[in-house]
């Protein structure tokens, strides 16, 4: 065999060779959403499912971001505005409007959003902790991640389904 075949299946072995386990680095699968102009987004499994606004029923002496219980299918789960519990001014929906169940747990709530976004792909590297002017003890910001040229808000699912009504 020639010297330079040699050369080519070695270099061709090389690129065919499995990565080390430290070489290959962990991707975090979200999803992505707006809350007024801000993007969000929150862990992929743990969303069970994002369904068109449905009615639902107001329930007295909660929060004013608990807008109150909806049916899904036989199950009753508490709406929650996000504009409202992330200090916006409430909005009026649109085409866009959407309730995304999230579940944690034993934990589950529907939470209105303004419109999704896009499925996102983070690598573990492109996700910096919560700025420390964030840190209390209801901090609903898990991390920064960066894609492209723009930060996206990971949500803290723990934080966000905690109850506080």
Known sequence: MSTQLEKVLKKQQQQQRTPDEGEIEKEIQLVGFMVGDEEFAVPI?????????????????????????FNLR?????????????GLSRSQG???????????NDEIAGFVIDRLTQAIRIKESQIDPAPETLHDDQNLIYGIGK??????SIINVDALLKRDF
């Open 45 to 69: 499994l743990s969303i069970q499912e994002i369904i068109k606004p449905i009615e639902y029923t107001r329930v007295p002496k909660t929060p004013a971001y608990v807008l109150g219980v």
């Open 94 to 104: 649109n085409d866009e409007t959407r309730y995304m169940v999230i579940k944690n």
């Open 74 to 86: 036989g199950s009753v789960l508490p709406l929650i505005d996000l504009r409202m519990k992330f």
């Open 147 to 152: 894609k492209e040229d723009t930060l996206v």
